[in-house]
Nanobody, 121 residues
Framework: EVQLVESGGGLVQAGGSLRLSCAAS????????IGWFRQGPGKERVGVSC????????YYADSVKGRFTISSDNAKNTVYLQMNSLKPEDTAVYYC??????????????WGKGTLVTVSS
């Protein structure tokens, strides 16, 4: 059974940091890209970052470049999203997903249930 479990969300003040984790199981980790997406209140789900596990390539949405860093521990089948200099507009439910790569939801096959990040001003 494929499982993606996010953790690390919470409440943080603007300018603060959080690290999200995505623990994956039930599929061959190295064969997939892992993406992070977020969905704010009343908004559509959008891509934040992704990592191609086979070669380590990383991609970021313009809105988070220079502030967020994605990384992968292939031995632990876990992907991390380090989020620094957080802004109130980063408030959202953050989801990780496994799929072919890219920053659009249709490119991903498997999804976690999400973790809430709230950034207070």
């Amino acid at each position: 059974e494929v499982q993606l479990v996010e953790s690390g969300g919470g409440l943080v003040q603007a300018g603060g940091s959080l690290r999200l984790s995505c623990a994956a199981s039930g599929f061959t980790f190295d064969d997939y890209a892992i993406g992070w997406f977020r969905q704010g209140p009343g908004k559509e789900r959008v891509g934040v970052s992704c990592i191609i596990n086979s070669d380590g390539s990383t991609y970021y949405a313009d809105s988070v470049k220079g502030r967020f860093t994605i990384s992968s521990d292939n031995a632990k089948n876990t992907v991390y999203l380090q989020m620094n200099s957080l802004k109130p507009e980063d408030t959202a439910v953050y989801y990780c997903a496994a799929g072919g790569g890219g920053l659009t939801p249709p490119e991903y096959d498997y999804w976690g249930k999400g973790t809430l990040v709230t950034v207070s001003s």
